[in-house]
């Protein structure tokens, strides 16, 4: 396992951080597109608005820090990326030929844990120093996630377990209860529930000593991720049955969200918690509103695209995907009237 720190200059990327719109379209300059009403007083316009490559392979996890000042990449070939806000690639941590499934910034934005193809999670410092190993799956490491606080890390493993761990790297709670992978798990925003997503067609809700409060059952399909709405009542999920789905804590489902032509990938809430993002392996990004229309079609993604993050701000979406590309996209034009 190497790492080394690289100053490469200024890229694309750096106008995202500095600059509060974009002046320039690099690839499809004519995708802007159209305006979409989604409630009486909320209009949105989205348009593509840099890109950049960050790996030569699949580019499959992407994560803004909590400031905004940092961006977080991870990619097939082992590499674990954080870009600045002045566009330069400031560390890059090598971890052998293990695929980086996911990584996540901590809380307070000093430390970034990543889950990896050999069954290992692990913490750094943002020199890349490690600090820590979570060893204990049986399988890849698909999903990590630090709590609200900052003081214990959540995995999810296709072993079928999740798992609970100080920072230490000592384990704390096993979550079993799926009848297959689990693809995600993730905190509510207090802290006092874990959402899993599994390959058996469902989402659980847990306590945090580990017994189910709610099972979430409607999809046909593997349950690729869940997430927790940014005021912490409402879930989402994204299923390869080609849907997302959006459900109350009591497991009520909501809505549902059709449109896209293959799986889906990942799911995520804006800032606000006012409309949803979905990526799908139609190469395509979705907009939708909480009541399941449809608000915009970002294309532009030439594969797959499999990772999605907010700015803090809600100015900002970025998306990463199996072209190698991160594409940022600029979705400030939401305007309350």
Same mark, same amino acid.
């Given at each position: 396992?190497?790492?080394?720190?690289?100053?490469?200059?200024?890229?694309?990327?750096?106008?995202?951080?500095?600059?509060?719109?974009?002046?320039?379209?690099?690839?499809?300059?004519?995708? +802007?597109?159209?305006?979409?009403?989604?409630?009486?007083?909320?209009?949105?316009?989205? =348009?593509?608005?840099?890109?950049?490559?960050?790996?030569?392979? !699949?580019?499959? !996890?992407?994560?803004? !820090?909590?400031?905004?000042?940092?961006?977080?990449?991870?990619?097939?070939?082992?590499?674990? =990326?954080?870009?600045?806000?002045?566009?330069?690639?400031?560390?890059?941590?090598?971890? *052998?030929?293990?695929?980086?499934?996911?990584?996540?910034?901590?809380?307070?934005?000093?430390?970034?844990?990543? *889950?990896?193809?050999?069954?290992?999670?692990?913490?750094?410092?943002?020199?890349?120093?490690?600090?820590?190993?979570? %060893?204990?799956?049986?399988?890849?490491?698909?999903?990590?996630?630090?709590?609200?606080?900052?003081?214990?890390?959540?995995?999810?493993?296709?072993?079928?377990?999740?798992?609970?761990?100080?920072?230490?790297?000592?384990?704390?709670?096993?979550?079993?209860?799926?009848?297959?992978?689990?693809?995600?798990?993730?905190?509510?925003?207090?802290? =006092?529930?874990?959402?899993?997503?599994?390959? +058996?067609?469902?989402?659980?809700?847990?306590?945090?000593?580990?017994?189910?409060? %709610?099972?979430?059952?409607?999809?046909?399909?593997?349950?690729?991720?869940?997430?927790?709405?940014?005021? *912490?009542?409402?879930?989402?999920?994204?299923?390869?049955?080609?849907?997302?789905?959006?459900?109350?804590?009591?497991?009520?489902?909501?809505?549902?969200? %059709?449109?896209?032509?293959?799986?889906?990938?990942?799911?995520?809430?804006?800032?606000?918690?006012?409309?949803?993002?979905?990526?799908?392996?139609?190469?395509?990004?979705?907009?939708?509103?909480?009541?399941?229309?449809?608000? +915009?079609?970002?294309?532009?993604?030439? +594969?797959?695209?499999?990772?999605?993050?907010?700015?803090?701000? *809600?100015?900002?979406?970025?998306?990463?995907?199996?072209?190698?590309?991160?594409?940022?996209?600029?979705?400030?034009?939401?305007?309350?009237?």
């Amino acid at each position: 396992m190497t790492l080394s720190i690289l100053s490469l200059g200024a890229l694309l990327v750096g106008a995202i951080f500095q600059q509060p719109s974009f002046t320039n379209s690099v690839t499809n300059p004519n995708q +802007d597109t159209q305006i979409a009403q989604f409630s009486p007083s909320i209009h949105i316009r989205a =348009k593509a608005a840099q890109e950049f490559k960050a790996n030569d392979t !699949s580019t499959l !996890s992407v994560a803004f !820090s909590p400031d905004g000042s940092k961006l977080l990449t991870t990619s097939s070939a082992g590499l674990t =990326k954080i870009w600045d806000k002045s566009g330069k690639q400031t560390l890059e941590v090598k971890q *052998g030929d293990s695929i980086i499934w996911a990584a996540a910034f901590s809380p307070d934005g000093t430390q970034i844990i990543t *889950g990896a193809q050999d069954k290992v999670a692990r913490l750094w410092d943002m020199q890349g120093q490690l600090l820590t190993e979570f %060893k204990g799956h049986k399988d890849w490491v698909n999903s990590v996630h630090f709590s609200p606080d900052g003081q214990t890390i959540l995995t999810a493993s296709s072993d079928g377990t999740a798992r609970l761990w100080n920072l230490k790297g000592e384990l704390i709670r096993e979550f079993n209860g799926h009848q297959g992978k689990v693809w995600s798990a993730c905190f509510s925003p207090n802290g =006092k529930l874990i959402a899993t997503a599994s390959s +058996d067609g469902t989402a659980i809700l847990w306590d945090l000593q580990g017994r189910i409060v %709610k099972k979430l059952q409607g999809h046909t399909d593997w349950v690729r991720q869940v997430v927790f709405s940014p005021d *912490g009542k409402l879930i989402a999920t994204a299923s390869n049955d080609g849907t997302a789905r959006l459900w109350s804590l009591d497991g009520e489902a909501i809505a549902q969200f %059709k449109g896209h032509r293959s799986v889906v990938r990942n799911v995520g809430f804006s800032p606000d918690g006012q409309f949803l993002a979905t990526t799908s392996q139609d190469k395509t990004v979705r907009l939708w509103n909480l009541e399941g229309r449809e608000l +915009d079609k970002l294309e532009g993604h030439k +594969d797959w695209v499999i990772g999605l993050s907010f700015s803090p701000d *809600g100015k900002y979406m970025v998306t990463s995907s199996s072209d190698t590309t991160v594409k940022f996209w600029d979705i400030s034009e939401m305007r309350r009237f």
